[in-house]
């Protein structure tokens, strides 16, 4: 069985992080690629058998404004983290026509829907609210490139993105990444990263392989992910914030 994650980007020209992970916990493979054909045939080898892929983008929307009942509930949860959903609704230009990530699963004949059975699934993920959970942050790590954060900072926060990935592989769910050559690259990037596009290139592998590891988390402990919405209106899988977090 293959876990993938999908870091999709809101438009085909920008790029798309896609990484895969074994039923042993090892990574697979991560890079970037842009259109709906590389990112098909990125995944293809893997998703012929069992699988599940967790995207970081919209499967089901049908709001016409504002935020999705998911966004609602989780931003109750996870704004004190600064770790917020971006809301998505039919009035914005790339939901007008349907999600991205929708196409791509019904692409690869994946079930959507978060609750099902099937050997073969596609669900929602969002990598800031589970690494708030899993490596107990008291707010997100500001990897991501936004006026006033310098390319030091951005660095940084994406260095301790990655230490906590690859300290995953010493949990009760173990993902291991750190001897694989598409991270040792990866990590390369990072550390030699002269402007802040550079690190964007490394970021979204990175961001990808957080979410093919959501897709092991709750394929592994079920009981111990949130789904903040549903099926019909949309949803958003996580781990579960642990009471005293």
């Known amino acids: ?49 069992e699988c ?40 914005k230009p790339e939901f007008a026509n349907g999600p991205r990530a929708a196409r791509l699963a019904r ?15 596609a669900i929602e993920v969002y990598p800031h609210a589970a690494t708030v959970v899993l490596f107990r942050l008291e707010r997100t790590l500001k990897y991501k490139a936004k006026p006033g954060r310098t390319l030091e900072r951005l660095k940084s ?40 596009s550079e690190l964007r290139r490394a970021e979204d592998p990175v961001d990808a392989v957080v979410c093919a590891y959501v897709a092991l988390f709750a394929q592994r402990c079920p009981g111990r992910i949130t789904i903040y919405g549903d099926a019909a209106d949309g949803y958003i899988v996580t781990p579960s914030l642990p009471t005293d977090q």
């Open 107 to 121: 692409a690869l004949g994946l079930d959507m829907d978060p609750r099902s059975r099937a050997v073969r699934r």
């Open 157 to 196: 926060e994406l260095l301790l993105l990655m230490d906590g990935v690859e300290r995953l592989a010493g949990t009760d769910v173990p993902m291991r990444v750190a001897d694989h050559p598409d991270w040792i690259e990866l990590r390369k990037q990072v550390a030699t990263a002269q402007r802040k």
């Open 52 to 91: 599940v892929v967790g995207f970081d983008a919209p499967l089901v929307v049908n709001n016409p404004t504002g935020q999705r009942p998911a966004e609602t509930a989780l931003n109750r949860d996870f704004r004190r983290f600064e770790a917020g959903a971006h809301p998505a609704n039919t009035g």
């Open 1 to 49: 069985m293959y876990y993938a994650g999908v870091d999709l980007a809101w438009g085909v020209r920008n790029p798309t992080g896609v990484a895969v992970v074994d039923s042993g916990g090892c990574l697979v493979s991560a890079g970037a690629v842009r259109d709906d054909d590389e990112i098909l045939a990125a995944l293809r080898p893997y998703v012929g058998g």
